[in-house]
């Protein structure tokens, strides 16, 4: 069949091309074949040009175009895939689809695509329309209810100005992306029907707020939401149903409320980094799930916070609080994180550590402490040797001058150090030498100066 296709194309005399606007024209489309797919190169249309259709005689897995400008596009024959970025497209009419699989209409001009552009709407399943700007009726999505996965990035899109029953029969719709746009608000009700949902990029807008319900979506399994790089300032009890990861980098969110994320959220990941304004962490007690909280860069300090505030987080393996304001870490602030892998404090202003800072009521999982770019000077090196499984400690540029090797080493659980940048002795590191590896700094090896293994010390 592919044959008779391929013949009957390259009989075809290539007539396309070159035509001044005023002269309309019916151009023939001439596949070149790579790897199997029809590559349609250099074709010009404007609006007035019509095409000589492409009869549906052989399977071909994919048409692609490429080097093109074509105002409208030809109708297209039963096929998996049609690849038509970046081609000037403006309209895409009633018909022009039988069966298409995945379409990709990326970076365009489109200002329309026909509600009766497929034939078998539901047969598409993967959609790409990012950048179109100009695309501003989404009724055709209302018939695409096959979709898997729709991408509409960098797309000037507002939420209020689509009709919010739009994705509500999408029940196979896993992947949806919205990044990039001009997004405010999102209307409650419009994502909740999406149960099959994975992954909602949000990311790069302008959201102010999530309302109570507005991100509530019912279903097990993963669930990914990316809300960074926004401009939310509050997220509202009930926001959440299930989510197993939530980013919400850069933002400027100053509350969250305490049921913000339901118990049984699941949620595993949470991303809260660059957030200079909250001050309640109530909402932490809700989460039982949760894996890894990421609260770097929030100009935090446990200053004013009840001592209780990480007790419920009894699946936390990995809390980052680097590039922050500490300066005290309260004796007991982590004593209930049972599940707690490691910590990272690093570029904070630290400049004590206390006996007893690190320890666990229950179980004491602590395998990574960091502690780079603080202000320790002194520094009672038995602190850490009752950790039973501290595998590797980094106390990177801060201005300790001496280490006390007998000490370090004494628990033999200890396998990497970190002491890069800091004021230490040529003679303290190599006493180290032989029990402990000594860990550089981003691979910042020393060779111009007194070193021992790259790592600068004082002879
Ligand atoms: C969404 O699209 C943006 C821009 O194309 C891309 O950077 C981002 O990785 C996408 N998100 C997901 C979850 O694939
Ligand atoms: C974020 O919100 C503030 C007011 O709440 C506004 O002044 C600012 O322009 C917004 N920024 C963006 C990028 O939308
Ligand atoms: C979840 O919260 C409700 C009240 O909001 C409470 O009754 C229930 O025990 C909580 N479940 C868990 C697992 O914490
Ligand atoms: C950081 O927090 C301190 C007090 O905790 C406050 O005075 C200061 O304005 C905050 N800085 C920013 C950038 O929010
Ligand atoms: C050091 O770690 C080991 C386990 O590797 C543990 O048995 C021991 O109690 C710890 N403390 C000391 C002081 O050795």
Redesign the pocket.
Known sequence: MSRVWFNFLVSCVAVAAFLTVSEAAIIRLNCEYFDGNCVLKNVYATEDDRFKEIRNEGYRDSIEFFDCHIHTLPPIPYIRSVKADAINLVRIEENTFSTINKLDVSYNRLREISATAFEYPTELSVLILNGNPTLKDFTFLNKLTGLTALYMTEMKLELELIDINTFANMDSLERLNMSDNRITSIPVGMFSPLTRLENLDLSRNSITKIAAGALAIVKSGPLVFDLSYNNISIIENNAFLSASRINLRQNRISGIGPYAFDNQTGLQSLVLGGNRQLKNFDFLHNLPSLHDLDMSNMNFSFEGLPRSMFDDLASLASLDLSYNQISEVPIGIFSELQSLNSINLRNNLIKHIEFGTFSMRKYDLIDEIDLSYNQITELNFLVF??L??LKTLLLHGNKLPYVNAKQLI????LQNFGIQNSLVRCYDLVDLLGHLKLVLEQNEFISHLPNVDGIECVP
């Not at 004494?410 to 659980?413: E, H, M, T």
């Open positions: 040797v009752p039973k499984y004494r628990n033999k659980s």
